[in-house]
């Protein structure tokens, strides 16, 4: 939920204090995404695209991928220093600890890029010739499934992407197509 917080302050002898008016968001319980674009680009340009179909905010610290080898890795190598949410109908990037952002120069600026502490995604990274099935869970002690990537057998030239039909709801499986070279990270396909 939205909301907008003003603090006022008087004292004993009528002296007020008004500050400026805050906008806030609560976070999601658990958070409406979805994985909308893969790229597996070799060590430096492998990355997974999450958007946040809203309506809060997405807590991206309590978020991980679960490879076919059932291991939950958490989006980000270390705890953040400040609370890292991702706003509604914004997209961030999960990618190993190497990616290489200047791969993509339209790559939007304020683009969350969630470093693993592995130097790939899931340990040993998306395979160049067809990524295996992974999915976007909670870090909580019986993880819960908010999106898969079920690795569709598309053959897409060298340096395209997969992308989701992000038109069909999150919670329905959707077909995913070879996105263009270079992929569309940090924005709508």
């Known amino acids: 939920s939205d909301y907008t917080l003003r603090v006022s302050a008087t ?9 400026a008016p805050q906008a806030f968001s609560t976070l999601a319980a658990l958070p409406r995404v979805m994985l909308s674009e893969v790229m597996a680009a070799g060590i430096d340009g492998e990355y997974a695209e999450i958007l946040n179909l809203g309506p809060g905010a997405a807590d991206l610290e309590s978020l991980a991928l679960r490879g ?3 291991i939950v890795r ?12 991702l706003a509604p109908g914004a997209r961030a990037l999960a ?4 990616f290489d952002a200047s791969l993509y120069p339209s790559l939007p600026a304020g683009t969350p ?8 995604l899931l340990g040993r990274g998306l395979a160049d010739d067809g990524p295996a099935p992974f999915s976007l869970v909670t870090r909580a ?3 819960v499934e908010l999106a898969e990537f079920p690795a569709p ?3 897409c030239p060298a340096g395209a ?4 039909d992000e038109a069909l709801p999150a919670d329905l499986a959707a077909p995913w197509v070879c996105g263009p070279p270079g992929g569309t990270p940090g924005r709508p396909p």
């Open 11 to 19: 004292d004993d002898f009528g002296f007020a204090l008004h500050g």
């Open 68 to 70: 076919a080898d059932g």
């Open 74 to 85: 958490p989006l980000l190598g270390g705890a953040s220093p400040l609370p890292l949410a």
């Open 95 to 98: 990618a190993g600890a190497s």
């Open 113 to 120: 890029v969630l470093r693993a502490s592995t130097q790939r």
């Open 141 to 143: 002690q019986a993880p």
């Open 153 to 155: 057998p598309l053959h």
């Open 161 to 164: 992407s997969l992308q989701r």
